[in-house]
């Protein structure tokens, strides 16, 4: 096909190429009827202007960038929907970056931000330890949104919005605890890993404190296969195999998350064990699986669309006025499903 | 924290501002050792090099931007891994679109055509029914990647990657028949809507014809229910509810997608029924959760990192080259999993 020029179009229409420039970039310096005829003529002719100086204004400052830490998590679909249908309501474009477990999310953000001219940027998921002078380097507006923060951080100087992950994690154990189960094993990421596995397995030990149970470190856990998406259903199905063919007794399983929970289920069935029947499983998230999986899994579910939206709402404060901090922490729901039961 | 500037940087190792512009734009007309010690200078400092020319002109010429029709479907997450790896080690960035299901993804590509000056554009999902015309007003290279194409679209003239989803969904539905189900139900997209489901729908009909078996309407189920997500869980869900709790028989259900065979799961358990004891359910797509799903679930897989990484590779022959047109077609492997069962 022939490309069309602005020249073109100026000719198509019988008027200077300056006009047609004017009518494209809004310019009140028109008369109406003509605007109208070139606007017109630009869509006839599937013109694309090419005003460089203003697509480049425009790449230049308007992208916000989410980072986000483990894109296979279906937990952040709907966030992603939340950010996608707010950055382009207000005219910005989208910038999707997938952060490897293993890499540092601020050191990826600074190197966004050495290529791109981002106006802010949203850190999805992961644990956050970097040193306040490290966040400081960071010149664009940012949000840290569901990921756990570490006590090093001051947590007045950043934005942030979370739930409390101990807190939750706590719930959910002391829910399994006040049914009954005295030997709960946990599913957590490794040691060494800076996550919100680290977090929810402080409150899984908190909780079992409290009720007055022992910690048995041969009921934690770890994931020790670096092949292994830490957060996947296939790495909760291997660790619960493992767990099975020990000689652990265990009656509950708390998952960090709720694939981990459902391949931790998987591995049950396959041993032809019931489940709550012999073995009580819990998950933590609340994506849709939890309730369609047979039987639905008791899980936590963060509101994840409020998160969100609360998320955009604080960075474009921000960007308004880079002076501006918020923290917000939510209260999550524990859902019981038909995974977990009350034994004596 | 105070900025860094050139100026500072110049300072400090007591050069030019011109020289360290050299040392960071990689110019040969420098001392090595002076670029050394600049390049050192500014890791030090965490100065971020702000060569306008250089960050715009990177910016308006390599970005690659990935259009997706419903990104809540866990079978694109292996896909977008493989492409922004690969976009990444081109130097690539990569932006990703979502397009809602009622958008016309090629409006949507001119759109962001106009806003960005992008290098490439991969269109994921959906299905394309533009005519050629349409499809010839862009100027920047394309590959349709694994959604369905109609007879409409001359192959010729474009790159795509996909599976035969006729072919395929034929695959299934035949194996349904040779399984000795006469009477098997389809849950579907509807008519209206320009998708896969379509194709998927055409397999089935031809299937049933080819084993001798009558179509009955009855047992077609289209999504009728706009708010509904027609490749989602909650729909597959709320369709086998409503065939269940009408009259019309049926032994086996094909749905078009893993996600709608998971709901429709669900559905039969919570009337008190056994898979595959007294209904067989068949998905497709070859998502995790079929295989962690109790019972495993009967799917076609299709080979999605190869399909990827065909798409990538024929985007950038065609970046290279803009007369380069490549067309492949894979075969997706039928998956036996417990969710199926031979009647008589």
Chains 1, 2 share one sequence.
Do not use: W
């Amino acid at each position: 096909m022939e490309v069309t020029t602005i020249k073109d179009i100026a000719r198509i229409c019988g008027v200077g190429v300056s006009t047609v420039s004017r009518a494209i970039n809004n310019h009140p310096d028109i008369n109406e009827d003509t605007k109208k005829l070139i606007l017109k003529t630009i869509k006839e002719h599937n013109y694309i202007p090419n005003n460089s100086a203003r697509n480049l204004k425009r790449l230049e400052s308007n992208t916000i960038a989410v980072l986000i830490k483990g894109i296979t998590n279906p937990f952040f679909n709907s966030m992603l929907k939340v950010f996608e249908k707010e950055i382009h309501k207000k005219k910005y474009s989208f910038l999707l970056h997938r952060v490897e477990e293993q890499e540092d999310e601020v050191d990826v953000a600074l190197e966004l931000e050495k290529e791109k001219r981002l106006k802010g940027i949203i850190f999805l998921g992961g644990y956050f330890s970097h040193s306040v002078e490290k966040l400081n380097q960071m010149k664009v507006p940012f949000v840290l949104s569901t990921g756990g923060i570490s006590e090093i951080i001051d947590k007045k100087n950043c934005s942030y919005v979370m739930v409390d992950d101990v807190q939750e994690s706590y719930r959910m154990v002391d829910y399994l605890c006040k049914l009954g189960h005295k030997k709960i094993a946990i599913i957590t990421t490794p040691p060494s890993e800076e996550s919100i596995g680290k977090l929810r397995l402080e409150g899984y030990k908190k909780a079992l404190k409290d009720n007055q149970l022992s910690i048995d470190s041969r009921r934690i856990l770890y994931n020790d296969d670096e092949s292994l998406d830490s957060f996947s259903m296939k790495y909760g199905y291997e660790a619960a195999k493992k767990l099975l063919e020990s000689d652990v007794e265990f009656t509950a399983v708390f998952a960090i998350s709720d694939s981990i929970a459902v391949g931790a289920c998987k591995a049950i069935f396959e041993k032809g064990k019931r489940i709550p029947e012999d073995y009580s499983i819990a998950g933590y998230d609340g994506i849709d699986i939890t309730f369609y999986y047979h039987p639905s899994i008791t899980t936590i579910r963060q509101p994840t669309i409020e998160m969100a939206e609360e998320t955009i709402r604080i960075l474009f404060e921000t960007i308004e006025d880079s002076s501006y901090k918020e923290g917000k922490i939510f209260t999550a729901d524990l859902i019981v499903g038909n995974s977990t039961k009350r034994i004596r």
